[in-house]
């Protein structure tokens, strides 16, 4: 084991080494004459918007936050809790009735571990079985779960939809899980109890609230998506106070989740956002609240997380398309929530994307240039295209942002185990491209042609229970 994390550390530092050896040698070699200002502009568009977003983001965070009391009870969370309380304060009233909530299927060897993690929970847990074909619904039975099947599988929209139905009328509170999610107890990642965090959104009157969402430890490429979901939830929904972004773990109040799913168009693609957006649209608040964590194992391969990408992003241009009018009424709520969905999903993420593919062939040609400079190979012309001025740029920009994110951002017990890959963390967002760009052209290609250019999980027929779906998705 220890031998392992030895590799896990020696990996992203090797890395790192030749790669600030490469700028050295290469920036040696820069020539001012084969530099263009607005290529290198160009060239570091990307470097540029996510330090803009990130700033903007921290400052909207820390101003909406401002006048909350510096408590417990508000530390971490979008919106000013006691604010939102009825007369101002928080009542100390009995807990109403919640229901923890999850479709499953075909869950195999990951039965037991849901059993075992769940089974604190267990008589606030109620599944449906979404036609699973394996011995998931029998050894549930056996046990003791609540658990209700039909045989049918609906996929999770429309089975949570059924289920929901089936809940006991005195049921008003609900949360949403997928099966391969823990939820972390004070003292393990989460700074509140479970309960504590539904009384408090249940005096709220909100919809729904969003909790923080972290990946286990597991290898080089979970070292990355840590840091993203850290970035994600703790300043991308943490800035959007009343107006945030539920992801597959969720807490609900009832009424909202039913009328939600009925307008739903019941695709998984994007689901939680299509939830938000309709919640949303229809002048219900959603915050996000970080007290309250749990975690999940990340897709562990590239594969599984290209697999993954792609499918968020044809589901994020699939719902903006067809939730476009709903997006225009959330976006005119507050300045800030115009900025979320118009410029920053609407704009940089969407419009935008064919610009920042042409600023990463750009680097990535700066790149080639660089140790072609390094090994004088001579196989590249020296000219303002191949300059390695851009891709050095880019990196020592990227760097001191991911730096700031690091100390701003990311918790200080978690800092140590994602350090080592923030040097890097450039080429993971420029990697980002690739799946985004095929997850586009599927939605594209399924309206003109009815077919995927790429079988992400996500499709109909696919053994997919909703594992690798939740995340910091927009």
């Not at 476009?324 to 969905?341: D, E, K, M, N, V």
């Not at 969407?350 to 593919?357: A, F, G, Q, S």
């Not at 042409?358 to 790149?367: E, Q, T, V």
């Amino acid at each position: 084991m220890r031998t392992r994390r030895a590799w896990m550390l020696m990996a992203p530092a090797a890395v790192c080494a030749l790669l600030t050896l490469w700028i050295v040698l290469a920036a040696a070699n820069v020539q001012t004459a084969s530099v263009s200002l607005l290529l290198y502009a160009l060239a570091n568009l990307i470097v540029y918007t996510d330090a803009l977003d990130l700033l903007l983001r921290l400052h909207v965070r820390r101003r909406h936050t401002a006048t909350a009391s510096p408590s417990a009870d508000n530390r971490n969370v979008s919106i000013d809790l006691a604010s939102s309380f009825p007369g101002g304060m928080r009542r100390l009233v009995p807990l109403r009735p919640y229901a923890i909530v999850a479709s499953v299927f075909n869950l195999g060897d990951r039965l037991d571990e849901f059993l075992e993690a769940f089974a604190a929970y267990r008589d606030r847990v109620w599944l449906i079985s979404d036609g699973s074909t394996d011995n998931t619904l029998t050894r549930l039975l056996q046990g003791g779960w609540r658990c209700f099947d039909d045989g049918v599988n609906r996929r999770k929209p429309a089975a949570l939809r059924l289920l929901l139905e089936r809940l006991p009328p005195h049921i008003e509170t609900v949360m949403v899980i997928d099966p391969d999610i823990q939820i972390r107890r004070p003292g393990a990642g989460s700074s509140a109890e479970l309960e504590r965090v539904i009384g408090d959104f249940q005096q709220s009157g909100a919809a729904a609230a969003c909790p923080r969402v972290v990946i286990e430890p597991d290898g080089f490429l979970a070292r990355f998506q840590a840091f993203e979901y850290a970035l994600a939830f703790r300043v991308g929904r943490e800035s959007l106070a009343d107006y945030s972004i539920t992801s597959g773990v969720s807490i609900y109040r009832r009424d909202a989740l039913w009328r939600a799913l009925h307008e739903h168009s019941l695709s998984v693609y994007a689901e939680d956002l299509e939830n938000a957006v309709i919640l949303l649209s229809q002048g219900e608040r959603v915050y996000y609240d970080g007290r309250l964590v749990v975690s999940t194992e990340g897709p562990g391969t590239v594969s599984r997380w290209f697999s993954q990408r792609v499918g968020w992003y044809h589901g994020l241009l699939k719902v903006y398309t067809e939730r476009l009018g709903a997006i225009w009424r959330i976006s005119r709520r507050t300045p800030f929530a115009g900025y979320h969905f118009v410029i920053y999903i609407g704009g940089l993420s969407l419009v935008m994307h064919l610009v920042k593919v042409l600023s990463a062939l750009l680097l990535l040609l700066s790149l080639i240039g660089g140790f072609d400079s390094l090994f004088l190979a001579h196989l590249l012309p020296r000219n303002a295209l191949t300059s390695p001025a851009y891709f050095i740029g880019a990196v020592g920009s990227y760097l001191a942002l991911g730096v700031i994110a690091l100390f701003t951002v990311v918790p200080k017990a978690e800092r140590a185990y994602v350090a080592p890959i923030v040097p890097l963390y450039l080429l993971y967002a420029l990697a980002h491209l690739v799946p985004m760009t095929v997850g586009y052209g599927n939605f594209i290609a399924v309206q003109l042609w009815g077919r995927r250019l790429y079988q992400d999980h996500y499709e109909p027929g696919t053994a997919t229970t909703g594992v690798w779906v939740r995340g910091p998705q927009y």
